[in-house]
């Protein structure tokens, strides 16, 4: 597609509740990134990958955080026994290369945990 | 730790240029400045970057100070479609990892008014 597309927009989860969300990237980008955005404030990092490999995951908040990218091109990040506090915006970005332009986002997903 | 201090707040009249102001006093040598913007549910847009010289496109122009200690976004016509907020980045240089974090900040919130 013509940008990162992300799902689903928005989501409700009971605490406790696994959750996945997914990414798709520009077709052919190598890199692959997650960000959380919690109100008010900037994006932070989560996890890095490049093609497959999961290069970086040190921004995870928990290990109750997970993402893979099993064939280089979807991402889907995972977070088990979801909590009040992961309430945010979650953000994927992919590039051609792992720094040196500019990443594309996506519009994000929006969770939600009552 | 962010590398960048930005205005929080910022306002501009429609078809004026705005200029967004960033302080990187501790950039070194490699490291580029990055600006993004962020509008009003939406993931982050990459508008440029630059190392030393002064960079234009079709969004933006950015001007970087001689001593690479600040630099200068300029939206050269702003319409109330570039109300948003901007973050000026530095990304952290280096072989390892920090290279293409992006530590956004809480950025300058644009409004441009009629």
């Known amino acids: 597609g013509a940008g990162v597309s992300q799902s689903p927009r928005y989501k409700v989860a009971k605490r406790g509740q696994d959750v996945a969300l997914r990414c798709d990237p520009i077709s052919g980008h190598v890199s692959l990134f997650w960000y959380q955005q919690a109100l008010g404030q900037g994006p932070e990092f989560l996890t890095y990958f490049q093609n497959e490999a999961q290069l970086d995951k040190s921004g995870l908040p928990s290990d109750r955080f997970f993402a893979e990218r099993p064939e280089g091109s979807v991402s889907t990040l995972k977070i088990q026994r979801t909590q009040q506090e992961d309430s945010a915006v979650y953000l994927c970005a992919s590039s051609l290369v792992g720094f040196g332009s500019g990443y594309t986002f996506g519009s994000g997903t929006r969770l939600t945990v009552v | 730790d962010a590398k960048t201090t930005q205005p929080p707040s910022m306002d501009c009249a429609e078809g004026r240029a705005a200029n967004l102001p960033c302080n990187h006093s501790t950039i070194s040598g490699n490291e580029y400045v990055y600006w993004y913007r962020q509008i009003h549910s939406q993931g982050p847009q990459y508008i440029i970057h630059g190392l030393k010289n002064n960079e234009t496109n079709e969004m933006a122009s950015l001007i970087i100070t001689e001593d690479r200690k600040s630099s200068t976004l300029i939206l050269p016509h702003a319409t109330l479609r570039d109300t948003a907020v901007y973050y000026c980045?530095?990304?952290?240089?280096?072989?390892?990892?920090?290279?293409?974090?992006?530590?956004f900040g809480k950025g300058t919130k644009l409004s441009v008014i009629p």
């Open positions: 980045i530095v990304p952290v240089e280096g072989s390892g990892a920090g290279s293409y974090q992006l530590t």
